[in-house]
Each structure stands twice: as structure tokens, then as C-alpha cells.
T-cell receptor, first 115, second 108 residues
Framework: GAGVSQTPSNKVTEKGKYVELRCDPI?????LYWYRQSLGQGPEFLIY????????DSGLPNDRFFAVRPEGSVSTLKIQRTERGDSAVYLC?????????????FGPGTRLTVL | AQRVTQPEKLLSVFKGAPVELKCNYS??????LFWYVQYSRQRLQLLLR??SRESIKGFTADLNKGETSFHLKKPFAQEEDSAMYYC??????????FGAGTRLFVKA
């Protein structure tokens, strides 16, 4: 079946604007992760969902960042009042159950550029 | 503090030469370590995990708790191994901590 998909693939916005990034996990995967990858760095954990609930949101940098997964499938990462420092590739991953032994499958990422 | 360090940003070797990508970690609990790979224009994907003690595409990695290392090794590098490699630490919760990555370039 299809892998993890993310839309849009690229997003350019102006400082201060609001953006939404979407992730479609692999069908049936209950665990969903968001990461942020800045240039020259590895992915940085943002938030983890098990089903509809955010089991761990300790990686969200501040209250401008918020993520939802209302039906336990598609997730949206929302960034308010964007800043130039938010520019990065935002990665989504899903796994079948969220156990540490489960393989995380990554999406292609959304490249966010804040001008 | 929980941290993963990959000291080399770039590693260049000749085809057929041995390769070792270094990874050191800092974690007070019992670590679960992984290597991820990203080939050009492809997605990040899992290469191997220490608990499986497996060899994938000729790569192996041994967890050395005394030295807090999880180096990735391959005896004979191939051109198709050229990629970005990330070492990752899974903590007791749901968080995975990645290193900054090492770009491996295998020259013909």
C-alpha cells in the first residue's frame, strides 16, 4: 500500500503568518510522530500521537506549535505567527503500534520557508 | 542529558575499502539504538537496530555500553552505499533522538 504522505511538499510563507502541514500515515498505523529537521541537523522530535491523543508533546518548541489528530489517522501540524527560525523540513512518521521495537516509516517531508 | 553524537559530517572512502561511521550516545537508562539511512532523493528509512543483531546490506553495528558507542561498519563499501546516515537513540518513552548525521561518499 501507499506509504506516509505529506502535503504540501513545499510551503513558502511570510513571517507572522499561520501555516498548516498535513500528514497521512500508513493505513492502520496507530502511532504518528512529527519531527523537524533544520539544515545540517538530524530530525528533532516534536510530538507523538497514539491514536487520537498526544502521548508526548515535549518536543514542541513553544505554544506557537500545535498538532491534532482528531480521528486517529490524518494529523495536522499548525504553526502560528511563523518566524524565520521555523524554516526547516517537517517530517512525519508512523508505526503500527508505537512500541520502541516498531519500525517508523517516514514521509517525504514538507519544506517550510519563512521569509 | 540524552544526546547522540556523530563526530564526522562527511566520510569519503574508496569502493571496496572498509567503512566505519561513528556514533556515541549519552543516556542514563538502557538504550535502544538504531541506524537510519537516507539515499539521494529518497525518504529516511530504518537500516538496522541493535536489538536485532542483524546485518543489513552488509552493515553491522555493535552496542558497546562501556564506551557508549554504536558504530556502523561494513567491510567492503559499495558505491550504492553513498548516502546520509543517522544514528538514533530511542529513550524509555516515545522520543527518538537523532544525531546530526554523517554523509558517506564511496568513490569509484
Amino acid at each position: 500500500g501507499a506509504g506516509v504522505s505529506q502535503t504540501p511538499s513545499n510551503k513558502v510563507t511570510e513571517k507572522g503568518k499561520y501555516v498548516e502541514l498535513r500528514c497521512d500515515p500508513i493505513s492502520g498505523h496507530t502511532a504518528l510522530y512529527w519531527y523537524r529537521q533544520s539544515l545540517g541537523q538530524g530530525p528533532e522530535f516534536l510530538i507523538y500521537f497514539q491514536g487520537t491523543g498526544a502521548a508526548d508533546d515535549s518536543g514542541l518548541p513553544n505554544d506557537r506549535f500545535f498538532a491534532v489528530r482528531p480521528e486517529g489517522s490524518v494529523s495536522t501540524l499548525k504553526i502560528q505567527r511563523t518566524e524565520r527560525g521555523d524554516s526547516a523540513v517537517y517530517l512525519c512518521a508512523s508505526s503500527s503500534a508505537g512500541r520502541s521495537t516498531d519500525t517508523q516509516y517516514f514521509g517525504p517531508g514538507t519544506r517550510l520557508t519563512v521569509l | 542529558a540524552q544526546r547522540v553524537t556523530q563526530p564526522e559530517k562527511l566520510l569519503s572512502v574508496f569502493k571496496g575499502a572498509p567503512v566505519e561511521l561513528k556514533c556515541n550516545y549519552s543516556y542514563s537508562g538502557s538504550p535502544e539504538l538504531f541506524w537510519y539511512v537516507q539515499y539521494s532523493r529518497q525518504r529516511l528509512q530504518l537500516l538496522l537496530r541493535h536489538i536485532s543483531r542483524e546485518s543489513i546490506k552488509g552493515f553491522t553495528a555493535d552496542l558497546n555500553k562501556g564506551e557508549t558507542s554504536f558504530h556502523l561498519k561494513k567491510p567492503f563499501a559499495q558505491e550504492e552505499d553513498s548516502a546520509m546516515y543517522y544514528c538514533a537513540l530511542h529513550t524509555g518513552g516515545f522520543k527518538t533522538i537523532f544525531g546530526a548525521g554523517t554523509r558517506l561518499f564511496v568513490k569509484a
